[in-house]
């Protein structure tokens, strides 16, 4: 590895990289982290970058959040709303922040906390336009209808336009390289309506939830929120963790199947499909049923580099080995079921001054409704990076060039490279060089203004600082109940290792990859996350004690140590 890179003579650092926005200058990497937790390859960059901003650009404007002369340069090449920063994908926290002067009962800090889990950043100043009256419409007339009938055949339409394009694909195996590359560019058209829903629902969510802290803070705060919104049986992006749930449970039901699991990972997938009992068939059929189902998902699910349960079965086999030791009352929704959660909203509504109680339902249908569609959202985004992600890898193999070698590259660059790779590999060499200086260090969780030198940026290797002084950490609790048990530090959703299903797991960051463990373990803690993050709406659907937004606790609490969890008060005791 290299002891330093220099910035590119236009002073950026890595390809794809956006300038920072004079008038939006506060970026996070909260919620954008969650899809893009490492260094976003170039070939994914150059392909997702400009639909991603165009659909972000659309939505801020409809949204009133910015005018379109504010806008203007965002193109995604040079500006963008949600950014790539020293390779890093950042979320603008400006930008977002101008919603709050301009939606009545909504507050910079709501914004920060339920959707970046922002603890420490400067504080909202007021920017020219904020308070613009017109403005202030634009958002009202955007939002409104949205909050008032969240239910408004969105989301079947979107559903509807990534099943038809997926079942377009062609036959990747038998494409031409020409065919391949027009799916890439076929589909990351759709992009741009994708990101504009994805925000659209999470913005309708957002403002749900805060209308429901309103309501209710003389009543119980987060933690009743939390339950007010936990098991609500529509979270689409829950239904991976509890089919892996499933067949974890036809594996801890057999002996036969435990013995195949019990002798070890290595060629498992292939133990099982030369087993000819009953069982193994029957385990194999499930197993292929999930994988069709939800083959597009994974690690790193917006990165086309990465693998996911369709391509690489041993990341699903490594969950489901964790997920046969599991308890049988650890299954999904063990927290608050339907009935409980409709008696809560009963009672809660009920102890509502009668002009409250309107508003009380419309907020809680903004809100779970908004999660749903959120999550549903996403999971859609997800299915139409599938055949990208399959004619990219196809093309890959067919170059020669190693897979990871073959993401370094431009989609601008991949016809030529495809004729002749071996004119890229000065490119190749000096690319590799710079993502493996940047993925070695931490990048700031937000900056403001330029973006900060990486040059300075602590190494991953040197923030393992494990303390097993007792102490109490603070964050954002995300879904209710207490529990205690053993440390379990996780750094890869694909190698969980030793988990049990007494300890608490901690992780870096959580993608939808990482739910199913939510089943094998008592609590979950996160070093980042918000209100409105996938760990948070998944842990409330699945009913797992967690807290998220703890600053540093996976490098911090050594692995082993007793801590408890309190999804309530959003805590984390290390009792050492």
């Known amino acids: ?80 709303v949600v950014g790539m920063f020293a390779g890093y994908l950042y979320a603008n926290v400006s930008l977002a922040r101008s919603a709050a002067a301009r939606t009545p009962g909504l507050t910079a800090a709501d914004v920060d906390q339920q959707m970046f889990g922002l603890t420490d950043a400067p504080p909202s100043r007021r920017g020219p336009g904020d308070r613009s009256p017109r403005a202030a419409l634009r958002t009202m007339r955007f939002i409104a209808p949205r909050v008032l009938r969240p239910e408004d055949g969105r989301l079947a339409e979107v559903r509807h336009l990534v099943d038809s394009t997926v079942a377009k694909a062609p036959a990747v195996p038998t494409a031409s390289d020409a065919a391949l590359l027009a799916v890439v560019h076929r589909d990351r058209k759709h992009l741009d309506r994708l ?58 039901e057999d002996v036969a199947l435990m013995e195949l699991f019990d002798a070890g990972p290595t060629g498992l997938d292939a133990r099982l499909r030369a087993d000819t009992s009953a069982p193994a068939t029957d385990f194999v059929a499930a197993f292929d049923t999930f994988r069709r189902r939800h083959g597009a998902r994974g690690p790193e699910e917006w990165e086309l580099a990465s693998a996911t349960w369709g391509t690489d079965p041993d990341i699903a086999l490594a969950q489901i080995e964790r997920l046969r030791h599991a308890p049988v009352d650890r299954a999904p929704g063990r927290g608050t079921t339907v009935a409980e959660r409709e008696a809560l909203v009963a009672k809660v509504r009920a102890g509502l001054p009668g002009p409250k109680r309107p508003m009380f339902d419309r907020a809680l249908r903004a809100a779970t409704v908004g999660e749903a569609n959120r999550e549903a959202t996403k999971a859609a985004l997800v299915r139409l990076l599938w055949p990208m992600r399959q004619a990219l890898a196809e093309l890959g193999r067919r170059s020669g060039l190693p897979h990871g070698d073959f993401f370094l590259l431009l989609l601008s660059e991949l016809p030529d490279a495809l004729e002749e790779p071996r004119a890229f590999a000065t490119v190749i060499a000096e690319r590799r060089a710079r993502r493996d200086y940047l993925q070695a260090r931490v990048p700031p969780f937000w900056f403001e203004g330029a973006v900060p030198d990486p040059r300075t940026w602590h190494l991953r290797a040197d923030e393992l600082k494990p303390d097993r002084t007792p102490r109490t950490l603070n964050g954002l609790g995300v879904c209710s109940g207490q529990a205690t048990g053993r440390a379990r530090v996780v750094t890869d959703p694909a190698q969980p290792g030793d988990l049990q299903p007494d300890e608490i797991l901690v992780a870096p960051i959580t993608d939808p990859s990482w739910t199913p463990l939510f089943l094998a373990v008592a609590g979950v803690v996160v070093d980042v996350g918000a209100q409105m993050s996938h760990a948070a709406i998944v842990s409330r659907e699945l009913g797992i004690p967690a807290v998220v937004s703890v600053t540093g606790a996976s490098t911090t609490i050594p692995d082993g140590v007793l801590v408890t969890v309190d999804g309530d008060q959003g805590t984390v005791t290390v009792h050492g």
């Open 1 to 80: 590895m290299i002891d330093a890179i220099e910035p590119y003579p236009d002073g950026r650092w890595f390809p794809n990289e956006h300038r920072v926005s004079e008038r939006f200058p506060l970026l996070c990497r909260g919620n954008a982290g969650e899809v893009y937790p490492n260094v976003v390859s170039p070939l994914t960059g150059s392909i997702v970058a400009e639909p991603f901003s165009e659909g972000q650009r659309r939505l801020s404007i409809d949204a009133g959040l910015a005018t379109p002369e504010q806008l203007r340069e965002f193109d995604g090449v040079t500006f963008s």
């Open 195 to 252: 990101m504009y829903e994805l925000i659209s629902a999470g913005f309708a969510a957002g403002v749900g939830r805060a209308m429901l802290e309103r309501l209710v803070e003389m009543h119980g705060g987060d933690g009743l929120i939390n339950r007010l919104t936990a098991g609500l049986g529509t979270i689409e992006s829950a239904e991976p963790a509890a089919d892996l749930w499933q067949l974890g449970r036809m594996v801890a």
